[in-house]
Every structure is written in C-alpha cells, then in structure tokens.
C-alpha cells in the first residue's frame, strides 16, 4: 500500500477526438477508466476528478473540477487543493497500459527538493500526465492558471523536476482516437 500519496485521475475531457466519451472505451475486457485506476489500486486514497455524478468507481471517491472544462492543468489544481498527502500521483483516463510498476519506479525517484516526478519518453520527453505532483505547487499553479495557462507541462519548473529514464515505452501509450485504440487491439 502507498500510504504517503494520493492517486488522482482527471477525467473532465470531451473526448472530442475520440467522438465519444473515452474513458468508456474497453481495451482487453476492462474500460479505459478502469485500466488506468487499477494501476493506481494500492494508493492509500483514491480521487477521481470529473463532473458530478458521471462516472462511478469502486474504492475512488468523486471530486468536481475547481474549473470545469478548463483542461488537465486546472484538474491538477483541484488534486492538489483535496490531496491529504504532500505526494500526489496524477494520470488522465487514456494511458491504458500503465502499471503498478510503473508508479512505485517514480514514488522512488522522489527526492527531497522535486516538486515533482516525471517518466521520460526516449522521443517525446517528460510525461506530465501520469506523474507525481507535490502539494507546494499549488500556490504557483492558481496565480498560472489565473494568468491563463493551460499547458500541463507548465506545472512543475524543471529544477524541480526528476526525470526517470527507462520505463517501458509502452507504458506511455495514449489513446486520443479510436485508431489509437484499434492499433492496441490488433
Ligand atoms: N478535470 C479535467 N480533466 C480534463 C479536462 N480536459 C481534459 N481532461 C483530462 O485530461 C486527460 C488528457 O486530456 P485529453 O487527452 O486532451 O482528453 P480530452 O480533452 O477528453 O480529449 P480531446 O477532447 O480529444 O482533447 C484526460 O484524462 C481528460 O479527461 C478538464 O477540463 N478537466
Ligand atoms: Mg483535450
């Protein structure tokens, strides 16, 4: 069990490349929703952020948006603003094939002076939406979002972040329409 740090799932999108809502689509028997939350199972405490009453999951509470239809940037906010823990683990609805694993490589790359953790794509690079936050981000976060930021990769300066080499590339495999998921079935 990780009892230092919160899981977080941000599933406030429109799914408006996917035509329809992807956090229901099934990969492999299970939905979306549920591969990315299995993933995420031994967290001490389990949050899903999305609008009232549109999803339900065993074991994860419900949370609304702080700034609905504001994107992921703003759904970290609200993990930050209803984390209990100092850690917060954060992943949108579409990374179906993160792993347990994969989480507890960044809950042990966390050092004393990162705000936060993030797994580095060998091509692609830092990977801000299945990464560990730290609840100090939160002050700057607001005053970024109020000046009207919504990049994701914005939340944590770099100095501060850890970066982690080496996980499995398909860890980071991101389902934005169907033929992303079609390429997974086949
Ligand atoms: N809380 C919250 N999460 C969001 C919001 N917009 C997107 N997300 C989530 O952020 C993650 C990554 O976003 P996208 O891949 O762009 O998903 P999306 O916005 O539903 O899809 P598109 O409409 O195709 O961009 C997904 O888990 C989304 O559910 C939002 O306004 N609020
Ligand atoms: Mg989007």
């Known amino acids: 069990m990780w009892t230092d740090v919160t899981a977080f799932i941000t599933a406030g999108g429109q799914s408006r490349r996917f035509g329809a809502d992807k956090a229901w689509a099934v990969l492999a ?15 001490g405490r389990r949050v ?15 949370v609304a948006d702080g700034r609905p239809g504001e994107g992921p ?30 989480w507890e490589t960044l ?16 091509a692609r690079g830092p990977q801000p939406l299945a990464a560990l936050y730290h609840v100090s981000l939160l002050p700057d976060l607001t ?3 109020d000046a009207g930021e919504r990049r994701l990769r914005q939340a944590a300066p770099p100095r501060r972040t850890a970066l982690v080499s080496g996980l499995p590339e398909r860890s980071f495999v991101n389902v934005n329409t169907p033929d992303d998921l079609n390429s997974l079935q086949s």
């Open 73 to 102: 940037l703003a759904g970290l906010e609200t993990a930050l603003k209803h984390a209990e823990t100092e850690w917060v683990a954060f992943a949108g609805v579409d990374l179906p094939l993160l792993t347990p694993a994969y």
């Open 48 to 62: 899903l952020i999305a609008p009232p009453g549109k999803y339900s999951l065993p074991g994860w509470e419900a």
């Open 107 to 122: 809950l042990q790359a966390r050092t004393p002076d990162s705000q936060s953790v993030q797994a580095v794509h060998p």
């Open 143 to 145: 005053r970024m979002l």
């Open 29 to 43: 028997g299970s939905t979306l929703l549920e591969r990315v939350a299995g993933s995420l199972s031994r967290a």
